[in-house]
């Protein structure tokens, strides 16, 4: 295959096997239709980005019916209104400035915004979360962010101050269109700013659950430097974040127009120390998916034979890379709770375990629960204390 960044030679490092849809949640009506790709993440040691090689079609996994709300959890309320409260503060500048948010889902950046009076768009792909956005106060496009919305955009709001977007970028296979956008939609000293998934923390972790169909990237300083240098983008800032199990946010300007924040060289060099430039940096994290993926098999094997009632809980995105990689189906998990209703009544992709509300767990409790939203762990340990007290077992694929 070609990097989708800078067209290099590169080979698939490992294979995930067959994959659906990781948000396609379904009913038993559509099991028989159900699409699967092979996922194969690939990493080019030319500009050093990782990526996965075969994705679905973009109408496959973001449309009228898209079960992502980022509204679902009150830490991430709280993550966004910092976020937006950060970019006012430090990078809003000169009279009536507009931010635009690509990706922007149910606007819960973008109301922070709106309610401050600031001049603001969303571009959305999904309807039915723009509808939320919109009725939220957040005046928001339905559309794909590209070079033509970018230059549209600037035509008819004029030029932005800031270009955000939180957990989309690297949903985005063609980077080139979004840099070419955000070249024509930016003011001279304006910034573009994402937060994604970081690879630095799935390599450490083994957090490989972060790779699926929507991922088409997981970031990297190093590889977001490289994309960026052919617009004349250049990093400014770069500051870790806790959500989503490890994020990084990433802050360019046009080169020259903005002071380096001293972060930028310190994560360079730590990535390097870290091998994240080095093929044998993925070969050995192939390993650590293997073993990982024998251990949470054998867990869940032991609990069934003794008897155990093990349930999952927070049917997520990530859930579907392990539950299909690892192969693992209602004889093992009874069902999965999650608090988005969409799902509820559903079962999950590939695996076909049913999705149940809330309540199900919390009503009749099982011996184990297996932490699929582990990135919202603080959160959930907080709900959950009865349970734990009560002896309740958690486990998770990365322990
Ligand atoms: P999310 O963190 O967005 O992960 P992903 O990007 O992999 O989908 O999803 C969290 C899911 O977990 C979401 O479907 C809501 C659910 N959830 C619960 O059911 N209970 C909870 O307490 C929390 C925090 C999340």
Redesign the pocket.
Known sequence: MKCRICSHEITPFMTFGRMPI??GFLTPKDFKDEYFFELKPAFCTECLTFQVEDQPPPEMMFHENY????R?????QRHFKDYAEWVMENHLRGADPLVVELGSNDGIMLENFAKRGIRHLGVEPSANVAEIARQHGVNTLVRFFGAEAGTDIAKEYGHAAALMAA?VMCHIPDIHGIAKGADALLCSDGVLIFEDPYLGAMIEKTSY??I?D?HVYIFSALSVANMFAPYGFELIDLLKQET?GGSMRYVLARKGSRPVAPSVEMILAEEKAAGLHLPETYEKFRQACESSKERLVRLLNEEKKAGRRVIG????????TILNYCKIGPDLIEF?????PI?QGKFTPGMHIPVKP?EA?AENPPDTALL??W??KR??MD??RAFTLAGGKWICHLD
């Open positions: 990781a948000n079960a992502f709300f980022s679902t959890s009150a830490h991430m957990n659950d972060q699926y929507e989503h809980y927070g049917a997520t995105s990530k859930s579907t999965i709770s999650d608090t988005t799902k809330y767990f699929f939203a990135n919202h959160e959930v709900k959950e």
